[in-house]
C-alpha cells in the first residue's frame, strides 16, 4: 500500500461495464512523506474527496478490496489518513 493525496474527481462516460457505479480519483503519490510527479487513477471504496490524504493499495490488492476481482482495477483507495499532518511533510 502507498500513502497520496486526492487532486482531482475523474469524469468517465463510457468504460468497461465492470466500472459502472465507481467513483474515480486522480491520486498524487506521496514518497518520504513528500508529494511527487507521479500521479494514479484510482477506485474510491471509502468516500474520499479532493484534498484528503489516503490510502492507496494496488495490483490484485486493490481489486479485492472493492470486492470487484473481475474489474480492470489496478489501485484503489481504500482507507483515509485522519492526522495527514503526521504523513506529510510538504504540505504543497
Known sequence: MQLGKIVQHVVSTKKNEKLTGCKLLIVQMIKDGKL????TVAIDSVGAGVGEVVIVATGS???IGTDREAAPID???VGI???PDSVLVNKA
Open 61 to 63: 490488492a486493490a481489486r
Open 81 to 83: 489518513i485522519d492526522e
Open 75 to 77: 489501485a484503489a483507495i
Open 36 to 39: 511527487t510527479d507521479q500521479y
